[in-house]
């Protein structure tokens, strides 16, 4: 079955980076990125096919990067010019699809990311 373990949360000084990996054991296609904040819903944050196609919310764009490397099973967010605004929980998905969807997307344990102003 597929299992997804997260890593590299943390606190990190407004304008500074962080880079969250995931790596995926089990078939997968679709993998991307949620974050939930305090007091809100979890929201998309970007995805990658397997194919290296990526698609991101409009309040990331230009800031953040997810990239995948196959051969280790492993997909990457790299978080730059990070604001306060970030600060949620981050979690990894991934579909068996060509595309994530929340209903039946893989979960990762999620790892919090706090962005300090």
């Known amino acids: 079955q597929v299992q997804l373990v997260e890593s590299g949360g943390g606190l990190v000084q407004a304008g500074g980076s962080l880079r969250l990996s995931c790596e995926v054991s089990?078939?997968?296609?679709?993998m991307g990125w949620y974050r939930q904040a305090l007091g809100e819903r979890r929201v998309f944050v970007g995805s990658?096919?397997?194919?290296?196609?990526?698609a991101y919310a409009d309040f990331v764009k230009g800031r953040f990067a997810i990239s995948r490397d196959n051969a280790k099973n492993t997909m990457y967010l790299q978080m730059n010019s990070l604001k306060p605004e970030d600060t949620a929980v981050y979690y990894c998905?991934?579909?068996?699809?060509?595309?994530?969807?929340?209903?039946?997307?893989?979960w990762g344990q999620g790892t919090q990311v706090t962005v300090s102003s």
């Open positions: 990658i096919t397997s194919g290296g196609r990526t």
């Open positions: 998905a991934a579909n068996r699809a060509s595309f994530l969807r929340s209903s039946d997307n893989f």
């Open positions: 089990g078939g997968i296609n679709a």
